[in-house]
Nanobody
Framework: QVQLVESGGGLVQPGGSLRLSCAAS????????MGWYQQAPGKQRELVAT???????NYADSVKGRFTISRDNAKNTVYLQMNSLKPEDTAVYYC???????????????WGQGTQVTVSS
């Protein structure tokens, strides 16, 4: 059974930092592209950052220079270090795992239950 379990969310003041973690089980973690997505109230879920099995990263323009995604294959865990947080970063953050086939097709999406991040003074 696949499980993605997020942790590390909470309430933080503007300018503060949080580190999210996502522990995976039931998947061959090292072969997956892992990602973080955010969903604010009334909005669609949006990409925050991804990291491929080879370690290549991709970020939404809104978080470049502030957020860093990383992975530890030995621990089956992906992280999102969030610095210089802004009120507009407030959202539920979801962990995602998927594979990219050589054709570019995305398959096997799995999602965690989400963790709330609130940035407010």
């Amino acid at each position: 059974q696949v499980q993605l379990v997020e942790s590390g969310g909470g309430l933080v003041q503007p300018g503060g930092s949080l580190r999210l973690s996502c522990a995976a089980s039931g998947i061959i973690f090292s072969t997956k592209t892992m990602g973080w997505y955010q969903q604010a109230p009334g909005k669609q879920r949006e990409l925050v950052a991804t990291i491929t099995s080879g370690g290549s990263t991709n970020y939404a323009d809104s978080v470049k220079g502030r957020f860093t995604i990383s992975r530890d294959n030995a621990k089956n865990t992906v992280y999102l270090q969030m610095n210089s947080l802004k009120p507009e970063d407030t959202a539920v953050y979801y962990c995602n795992a998927h594979r990219r086939l050589p054709t570019g097709l995305r398959v096997g999406d799995q999602w965690g239950q989400g963790t709330q991040v609130t940035v407010s003074s």
